[in-house]
């Protein structure tokens, strides 16, 4: 059992929150080539407050988070797999092998709260070809 019951959805997202600084959004928000940069980081800020993580995303800030997924800081690309796996990544195994391998870089305290995000998307997740990708990251996590 995880240190949220039957996990939470936003057990991830708000371990992050504290950890990501302005600058650290600033870049994110100017990885598609420095477009929209005001519109990406508005939606950023956001998606750090809003009490449910989004299952579909606009272009901004879709755009940027599936850049910063392929390859960011460690902080930046583990808030881009975050939102990704909730809003239905274009490629969800790269995504969610991506959060594993960066909550684990991360420490323990990353992992559980990994683990409490993964669990909750996996009892709640409706795609059936999703699950056992979100049970293989659990285990890898464990």
Same mark, same amino acid.
């Given at each position: ?8 959805? &936003? ?7 504290? @950890? ?9 928000? @100017? ?5 929209? $940069? ?18 579909? %995303? ?8 599936? %850049?910063?997924? #392929? ?5 930046? @690309? ?5 939102? %990704? $796996? @909730?809003?239905?990544? &274009? ?26 995000? %993964?669990?909750?998307?996996?009892? #709640? ?18």
């Amino acid at each position: 059992m995880t240190s949220h019951g039957a996990g939470s959805e &936003l057990a991830l997202r708000d371990w992050l929150r504290p @950890r990501l600084t302005p600058a650290m959004l600033d870049d994110l928000a @100017r990885r598609d080539h420095g477009m929209q $940069v005001d519109a990406h980081r508005a939606a950023l800020r956001e998606l750090l407050l809003v009490k449910h993580l989004p299952t579909e %995303l606009d272009w901004t800030p879709r755009e940027v988070l599936e %850049l910063a997924s #392929h390859g960011a800081p460690p902080l930046v @690309r583990l808030f881009a797999c975050t939102v %990704l $796996v @909730r809003a239905g990544a &274009l490629n969800p195994a790269r995504i969610v092998a991506g959060l594993v391998d960066e909550a684990r870089a991360l420490g323990p305290d990353a992992a559980a709260a990994a683990a409490d995000f %993964l669990t909750w998307c996996r009892d #709640h997740e409706p795609d059936d070809e999703l699950r056992p990708v979100l049970a293989q990251a659990l285990a890898r996590l464990a």
